[in-house]
């Protein structure tokens, strides 16, 4: 089985799981390999499909050089809290560079970081699927720290 046909086996089960629609499943694999990031245009499409409200608390997974930071904090506005992940301190650094103190930045990996539970309603986790050493583990992080319905 191709490393791509195993990523979309792992999402239908969780999407399963979790009564996940077809189309948020496919939102998932978008994320998991959407690979140009020069499309801005298309990532502004797919931030948009997160339902992010105004006001959510919203973490950013693997967050690199903070290519989504933007785009998350435009839909959840001036009193939404987005925290950028990322096990890369050089690439948190990067991001921290680019868009300042308006984002808080965390060093850590999704599989090991400590969060209070219930704490997010919106966990983003784009292009960093493949980059996971456990993803079992990081998925039931996600799922702890998301509030319900989140």
Sequence with gaps: MKHTEKVAWF????????????????????AAYFHDLGKLKQIEQLVRLFGIKVGDRILDVGTGTGILLPFLKKYAGPSGDIIALDIAEKMLAKAAEK??????????AMEEVNLDPNSFDLVVCFQVF????????AFKNVFRILKPRG
């Design 11 to 30: 999402l239908d089960q969780v999407c399963k799981q979790l009564n996940y629609s077809p189309e948020i499943r496919d939102i998932l694999l978008t």
């Design 99 to 108: 868009f300042g103190p308006e984002f808080t930045y965390l060093h850590g």
């Design 130 to 137: 493949p980059h996971f050493y456990h993803p079992l583990k």
